[in-house]
């Protein structure tokens, strides 16, 4: 089906554009009021994601209520490990919980990889199909998974950490077993995100966001080549763009432009001239401070359009990280009205 | 009276030196057999950082252990909160408490400042005269404060926190009456530095733990102007040195080292060539991944002299964070005397 917004595809791919399109990460969540009424009736986070027609509905709630420029399915990257056969818990704000962790070559040989693990997820296959259905084409809809460091921190160190000093652990004191286990998490999620691409996902976004908790050395060594090799085997079977968002890796830009990504996510912490100067001429995305959608509607409209002067094209409007709860729907609007109002001065 | 070992501050001063000093951040503390024996014995943390003897007593620890170049005192950058007048709670393995927390002008008003606040903090001072006695010269004592911004931080949030989202709302929100905190607590910290200067402090580090939390334009209005008074405060008053360690601040390292202070610390994330290419001829320090040491001994030797051998001089060592619990021993002294072992080339 020919999209009916086609802008954020236009603009991953480097073509010159009217104005930057605009989408948010977290747009689908507790932001919304429609989206808490719906949680409000389920058991917990998983039943929504795991449900297709339900993760369909809230992942098309934001384009219905701020017309953002795309859709992104409602999941999470924890349903990776979890087909790879490590079963996760989301525990209300307190974030996910694995109650068993990988601690020995036993336990990364017992996992699924490449189709069995992707067979696993035919339910986000299914509530990409029913996205599709809903949004009948207005925009386009994003996949995506989380990269194998990040994957691989969750795994190891079983919850969320301020240090993951459990799975930076296992990296310094068995980076055979590391480099093991990152090839069965990168074959799996290459299988997977193929899959999403053949039903429907029209662009898709890698989330690196424990990049910023290595050193550039690890970074290099357990990240970058598993990067590679993901953005390099869509490339080779697909036309579809791929988005990098590798949080606090500023480090490692210069790097992850050398992969066969179109975009590159950027946190709030980069300076648009700084990234420029790392990236050669990738496309990049970002980079609001999320914290900015707390200020008044002027101060929101003022620095929205500073961002976009300053990235001056090949950019695609977003924060630089998700939306936090307590935001509010008008301030978002507010954001997102002001991209959509700009227009690019012809050069 | 003559310090015995004066390398950390001839380094800090910019003397050329035979090898780089090296002390570690959060060097007394848990990874001791000796700090946990004394611990269990105590009410809690704040018995600890209150009580002088023996304050002095775990400060003192690590010299003996790993006769580390330097000592820094045992306290906490919750004490300048403390006295101008929000108390702390510090919950075992949930970190600071702050039952109150700053919200209107009116409590802003209600704090202490300058000298004020600076008199409630006698038992720190008493703790530095006691550690001054016990280390006889050995090494120099490090006295240290929190940077402005992330005492306010942890003023308005009320405890630690992943986003810190509360305390930027505050910033965004009420840009005028953050200034005014962040005046009282400058005044405040000031006035703390040069006393623990009078009681014997050698080198005085400021922590900006939460700098990375902000974006570029926001360090540069919310906490770059208040170390600049401080540093400028202590250099017209006297020659003690000065660090500013600023977490994940890699995007400002340009503003720290247009401050007078001596040395820049530095996180794990940022590499020697970068920062040096950043500050002019300031003296950096750091910055091994504090992981390194989950490394075997042969591993830590190696990576160790990689760092000095990157850094090539106007160099402390440290790691680039603090030493974490499980941390052993052993792999901190093969740390320490690869150190003290290394010898730079004569030029």
Chains 1, 2 share one sequence.
């Not at 970074?219 to 990067?227: I, M, S, T």
Request: hydrophobic fraction near 45%.
């Amino acid at each position: 089906m020919k999209l009916q917004n086609d802008l954020l595809i236009r603009t991953a791919r480097g073509e010159r554009v009217e104005r930057p399109p605009v989408w948010l990460m977290r747009q689908a969540g507790r932001v919304l009021p429609q989206y808490r009424a719906l949680r409000a009736k389920l058991s917990g986070f998983k039943e929504l994601v795991e449900t297709p027609q339900l993760a369909a509905e809230v992942t098309v709630q934001p384009i219905d209520e701020w017309e953002v420029d795309a859709a992104i399915i409602f999941s999470d990257i924890l349903v990776i490990p979890e087909a790879m056969g490590l079963t996760y818990e989301m525990v209300e704000k307190r974030g996910p919980i694995f109650p068993q962790t990988i601690r020995s070559r036993a336990d990364i040989e017992g996992l699924l990889t490449d189709d069995d693990a992707a067979a696993q997820l035919q339910y986000v296959y299914d509530a990409l199909d029913a996205t599709k259905k809903v949004l009948d084409g207005r925009v386009p809809l994003i996949g995506f998974a989380g990269a194998p460091w990040t994957i691989l921190a969750y795994m190891v160190e079983g919850s969320g950490s301020k240090t993951f000093s459990r799975a930076k652990h296992f990296l310094y004191s068995e980076p055979e077993l590391a480099h093991l286990l990152l090839d069965k998490i990168t074959r799996a999620t290459t299988g997977y995100l193929l899959n999403k691409i053949r039903h429907g996902a029209d662009l898709i976004q890698l989330f690196d966001s424990w990049a910023g908790i290595l050193s550039p050395a690890q970074y290099g060594e357990f990240a970058v080549p598993y990067l590679h090799r993901i953005t390099a085997a869509i490339a080779t079977a697909t036309n579809t763009p791929v988005t990098l968002f590798a949080k606090n890796a500023w480090f490692a830009l210069d790097q992850l432009a050398a992969t066969d990504c179109n975009v590159i996510g950027l946190d709030w912490n980069t300076e648009p001239d700084f990234a420029r100067s790392r990236v050669g001429d990738k496309v990049l995305q970002g980079n609001l401070d999320p914290c900015q959608l707390y200020a008044d509607h002027e101060q929101i409209v003022r620095a929205t359009g500073k961002m976009i002067e300053a990235f001056n094209g090949r950019h695609i409007v977003n924060l630089g990280h998700g939306l936090y709860p307590d935001m509010e729907v008008e301030k978002v609007r507010t954001f997102v009205n002001t991209v959509k109002n700009f227009r690019y001065t012809q050069k």
